[in-house]
């Protein structure tokens, strides 16, 4: 194998299939890339059984062939080098190792044999969507924010994704909290997308390779209920989802609520950070009182210290006290909400719903604490 290709390319089809690299610790071949030169580009695969993640490089191949090779040791080496200096990756028939050399730096790596590889195989019979990459990032973004981290309930840890209306339906909850938005899709298949769990992992990826899209880039998803597809130009993620069954969240999800509070997202925001900076780790419920076009938050720790903020607020319904986990909120604020932050409450013992006024796509329920 040889080939020469520039260090940026080199560097961007790493990174893209950087998130399914195996620790390599009990299977070395795991932690290894695969890398194989052809057709004037160099593809790259790598996988830790659970997930496979693949790209392709222009390149200039004189000879084709393949190799594995330690895909961090390589990593390392290319993040170094000028990045707009051009580097050859060879491999001789009588020495089993893998040459990188760019301008006067030269190194030489150890590698595997191609065959040893695993085969991750190809889906079954698949239901594809489109969607705009950059919206696909920020909606994996926002419900990331609920998955569940308790092993116990395995089938917690990730975002739950179904076809719904003209798009897709992403869910994610750890008991406290859920969020749950819906993602327009450019492009719906006849057949229904098979619902499947998507784990934290591949979640992650897929955030992250379609956070770098260009705009107005185009990514897919494709599944067939055991595992599931991203496509986004030259890179793919293959991932197993989560075999498990995901709760009927819609059971938790008030469709009335007798109370709607409404307030400006940042100063909520800034009345939040406060209590918890002042109550520090302790501070772990507040009160938030609902009364006289004002919306007061207090909260206390075990030390006797206190906080106490007054925010402006819009009530319709009659004045209420309710408590919550002053960090889940504090998370939930920026996931949900725009310039304003509306809270649907019954009484001060259910569950609220917070949503965007100026966005019906996406809402989130938090379980009160008592105060």
Known sequence: ???????????????????????????????????????????????????????????????????????????????????????????????????????????????????????????????????????????????????????????????????????????????????????????????????????????????????EAAKDETAWLASDGKRVAFTLSQARLVSKVIDGTFPDYSRVIPEHGAIRAEVETAALARAVTRALIACGKNARSGALDFADARLTLSAHDADGISASDEIDAALDGAPIRIGFNLRYLAELIPALAGERLALRMTDPQGPAVLFDPADATTLGVLMPLRV
Request: charge should be negative.
């Open 1 to 211: 194998m040889r080939l020469t290709l520039t260090v940026k390319d080199a560097s961007a089809a790493l990174n893209a299939v950087a998130g399914a690299v195996g620790s390599g610790t009990t299977i070395p071949i795991l932690g290894c890339v695969k890398l194989v030169a052809k057709d004037d580009a160099l593809a790259l695969t790598t996988s830790d059984l659970d997930a496979q993640a693949s790209t392709r490089a222009p390149a200039k191949v004189t000879r084709p062939g393949g190799v594995c090779a330690p895909f961090r040791a390589l990593a390392d080496i290319v993040r170094h080098l000028d990045k707009d200096a051009d580097m050859s990756l060879a491999v001789d028939d009588d020495k089993p190792s893998l040459r990188v050399v760019s301008g006067r730096s030269r190194f030489t790596l150890p590698t595997l044999p191609v065959e040893d590889f695993p085969d991750f195989g190809d889906l079954g019979e698949t239901v594809e969507l489109m969607f705009d990459a950059k919206a696909l990032a920020q909606t994996l973004e926002c419900v990331a924010v609920a998955i569940s981290t308790e092993e116990t309930r395995y089938y917690l840890n990730g975002i739950y994704l179904h076809a719904h209306e003209d798009g897709l339906r992403a869910v994610a909850t750890d008991g406290h909290r859920l969020i749950r938005r819906d993602l327009p899709s450019q492009e719906l298949s006849t057949k229904t997308f098979a619902a499947v769990i998507l784990p934290t992992a591949a979640v992650k990826d897929m955030r992250r390779l379609a956070a």
